[in-house]
């Protein structure tokens, strides 16, 4: 099982239920009702699972299915980015489960900031991968299926209370993090920081570390730090979303985003170019934003690393003490590399 496909679903999970943003990311999202677009007949294609897995994340599954138009020109389907290689990543799902020889509509609402339609081509099979955390965690076999734009799916099986007695979900989250763990080596960390399931979160915690000194900046201590399960998006790319359990108001204090190309990142480039690369800007009426920014967009292949830390506070530090706590977080990430490394400058 390919991790890579699995974590990106997770991703938009966590954006619109942790509140974990950034500036650079997209605009501020609206809430949007899911909608129910008219069913499309049946004979015009196919939609069925190939495999329901078991996620990293404790109880939920991923769905992998086949989806083909069988009609002589395209159909629309939502997502955020184009197919990769086949595989596609559909938004505004809907969800219906089994109940009493019924089936029962799941609730879920929705933000639709970002998204846009992508072509389907007629005949072409695609791989749509579908989070089904909104299935829950069923104590008795379930019988669910889904639907995107019209388009619902054959039905599937869940059982939660085996897979989860089965230690699958465990297994799932070590097969992740063993990926995660090996795209880190390949980029040019030290193998000996990243020794353990934990990795990530000491990552992120070295980072914050910047703001525990006394030569603060005028930035408040991050404490509280909860950083979420790494994401493989499913053009490589990694992605870890943080905040602090701090808040100012309706915000949090300090959230962030790290997303990095491990065939483009190497500890020369961030040693010579990151600095170089740093933006401030404002975020909201009381925050400001710290971003390093390589001048590609964050998740495309070319993109080496972005990291992007919020911060709100009554009193916010100026640009320039603000810049001089984004270098005190460079110099501890660099702990983290090694001399040197091989791959692309």
Known sequence: MNSAVIIQALCIFFLANCGISSAAERPKKTPKAAEKSTWVPVKDYDFYPIKIVPSPEDGVYVGHFTFVNR????????GFDEPDFGR???RFVGYEILSK????????????TGAQSFEMEPQVPYEFIVNLYRLGEPKSPTTARISVDGFRSRPFELNWKKDQKAGAFVAAKKAHFEEVRAAFAKAGFKRDMIQGDDFCQRLIESIAKATTSKNDHGFQKM???EVFTPDIALN???RIDFRSTDSKGDE???KGMWVFTPDK????WFRNEARKHIKLESSGSSGQEMILDDGTDFWSRDNKLHLSIEYHAVRLPDDEDAKAMFLKMFDNLELWLNDSAPGAQ
Request: with cysteine; glycine share 8%; aromatic share 14%.
């Open 71 to 78: 009609t002589s020109t395209t159909v629309s389907v939502s």
């Open 88 to 90: 596609f990543i559909p």
């Open 101 to 112: 020889e019924k089936w029962k509509d799941v609730t879920v609402g929705y933000c639709a």
């Open 223 to 225: 404490t509280g730090l």
């Open 236 to 238: 490589g790319n990694i």
């Open 252 to 254: 949090t204090q300090y």
């Open 265 to 268: 990142f190497t500890p020369q």
